[in-house]
């Protein structure tokens, strides 16, 4: 029973007080595809067209840092957000990636690693990449403020984009689904056209959340 | 209804192939060739070594029984080796598998699952054990988007995905085709070889007659380098022979005309001269 607009949002799926909700997260792992056979089958090769495309993507953006088997974490990462994002759509199923302790969860300690190591390593570069390339010598102060502060804020951006694209998703398709009880048949038509069309963009955002946050991370840790 | 990703139109191939690459190579000896006329299996050949690259594949029959060397231990009749499926499991509605109505035809026939499963939805919603709400709507949406979307672009999709399993497999297959061409072009090569090896037997006889030509040749040479010394030395006897004989003769041609000359005397010269006088009067006479 929904007592707010929200309640959707709520891992209330309890045994012993435990959020049992969060378990749709390993969901996931029920959409990846057998390879046992030496020919793969049809969803196979979709699966390892995906994830040569997105590794082909990666190695570019990473440039003259890649090493080998370095695109393996921004693919499983795109893959578990898509997943997540994805399975949330259907119904009865808990959008993990709509909460910011799971976003934040996936971004926080990626970031936190790229500045330890970073820092650590390579103070001069970092010190570096607070002054972009180009940048007049009066404005250069001012740019490293700036510069620091979207540095700083790199992981709530990117937990908070996603999380709040999958809560809007999620509340509009609530809101027009709350209404449908109340409506007569050829409204009800309507609507189910409505929703359709934001499922339609749904789909499509969630899989471009996902891949945003893949290039994002995988910027990151090029600048490093 | 849902598109099949995990058909596989294949033949029942039992297992993952093993596959066990050897080369081996092997040197065809150079033979030396002499062009001969217009013998085409004795015409030029390259004289390079010949490597003939030999791959070995052992890749499972489509049988299960024999072809498959199973260890010993490998019970086989109580857990029998997987056969991959051609097509996946008969569904009904896209998702609900035949054998779950396969269940209700003993009892109800035909239209007893379809009873079953409406006056199920009934009772729950009608209990409001199911409630209609916000999730009911999006799983509607939901589901008429799936079915739409599989039914416009299912076949496509599948089609073009089967193009790449193609791809691959015929990549598989590859090696062991073109191994099969290998070999037989291999075989005609050992053949066409063959057959230019008897062609030299053909070489040989003209070698033979060759060098015999060459013997002969030689022999008359000699015999004519022979004759012509003969020749010339008996040659050298016949013109000795002749030169003293005409220088002989000179000789004595000499000394007769000049012992003839000493023995006239001088009354017999003016004689002779008289008689002259008198015949040259006598003719000049009748003259």
Redesign the interface.
């Known amino acids: 029973m929904?007592s707010n607009l929200f309640s959707?949002f709520d891992p209330s799926t309890s045994i012993f007080s435990l959020s049992l909700n969060w378990l749709s997260s390993t969901l996931g792992l029920f959409l990846f595809p057998f390879s046992y056979?030496?020919?793969?089958?049809?969803?196979l090769?979709?699966f390892n067209?995906i994830g040569g495309t997105l590794h082909k993507e990666f190695k570019v953006l990473l440039g003259g840092s890649f090493k080998p088997g370095l695109t393996l974490l921004f693919v499983s990462l795109f893959l578990y957000v898509v997943f997540n994002n994805f399975l949330g759509?259907?119904?009865?199923i808990f959008t993990s990636t709509s909460h910011l302790s799971f976003t934040l969860s996936l971004s926080l300690p990626l970031w936190l690693a790229l500045m330890f190591y970073g820092w650590l390593n390579n103070t001069q570069h970092m010190f570096a990449h607070l002054v972009p390339q180009g940048t007049p010598g009066v404005l250069m102060p001012f740019m490293v403020c700036i510069e620091t502060v979207s540095n700083l804020i790199r992981p709530g951006t990117l937990a908070v984009r996603l999380c709040a694209n999958m809560i809007a998703g999620h509340l509009l398709?609530?809101?027009?689904?709350?209404t449908?009880?109340g409506l007569s048949t050829i409204m009800?038509s309507f609507?189910?056209l409505g929703?359709?069309c934001?499922?339609?963009l749904e789909s499509a955002v969630s899989i471009i959340q996902g891949y945003v946050f893949a290039v994002l991370s995988t910027l990151y840790s090029s600048e490093v | 209804m849902f598109?099949?990703?995990?058909?596989?139109r294949?033949c029942s191939?039992v297992q993952?192939?093993r596959i066990d690459f050897h080369f081996s190579s092997h040197c065809w000896p150079e033979k030396k060739m002499e062009s001969v006329g217009m013998l085409s299996r004795i015409l030029a050949r390259s004289a390079t070594p010949r490597l003939l690259a030999v791959r070995s594949f052992r890749t499972s029959a489509p049988a299960i029984s024999s072809a498959i060397a199973e260890g010993p231990e490998r019970d086989t009749k109580n857990f029998p080796r997987q056969l991959?499926p051609i097509q996946p499991g008969k569904v009904r509605m896209g998702f609900i598998p035949e054998e779950w109505f396969e269940l209700f035809y003993k009892k109800t026939g035909v239209t007893g699952p379809y009873m079953f499963g409406v006056s199920f939805l009934t009772y729950l919603c009608s209990k409001e054990i199911y409630i209609?709400?916000?999730?009911?709507?999006?799983?509607?949406?939901?589901a008429?988007?799936c079915i739409i979307g599989v039914k416009k672009l299912g076949p496509s999709v599948?089609a073009w995905?089967?193009k790449?399993?193609d791809t691959?497999?015929k990549a598989?297959e590859q090696g062991r085709v073109q191994q099969l061409e290998d070999l037989k072009s291999a075989i005609e090569a050992e053949k066409k070889e063959q057959w230019r090896a008897e062609g030299q037997s053909l070489l040989f006889e003209a070698k033979k007659e060759n060098i015999a030509l060459q013997l002969e040749a030689a022999y008359r040479e000699r015999l004519m380098n022979a004759y012509a010394e003969i020749k010339k030395r008996l040659d050298y006897q016949v013109e000795t022979q002749n030169i003293d004989r005409r220088i002989s003769q000179k000789h004595m041609v000499n000394w007769i005309v000049s012992n003839v000359l000493k023995s006239i005397t001088p009354q017999q010269e003016k004689d002779s001269l008289k008689k002259c006088i008198a015949d040259l009067k006598a003719l000049s006479a009748t003259a």
Do not use: K
């Open positions: 929904m959707v056979w030496l020919i793969p089958s049809r969803y090769v979709v067209s759509l259907f119904p009865y398709m609530t809101l027009m689904g709350n449908g009880s009800v609507l189910i929703q359709i934001l499922l339609i | 598109v099949n990703l995990n058909s596989t294949l191939v993952p192939a991959r209609m709400e916000h999730e009911y709507y999006n799983g509607l949406s939901l008429i988007l599948a995905l089967d790449e399993v691959y497999e598989w």
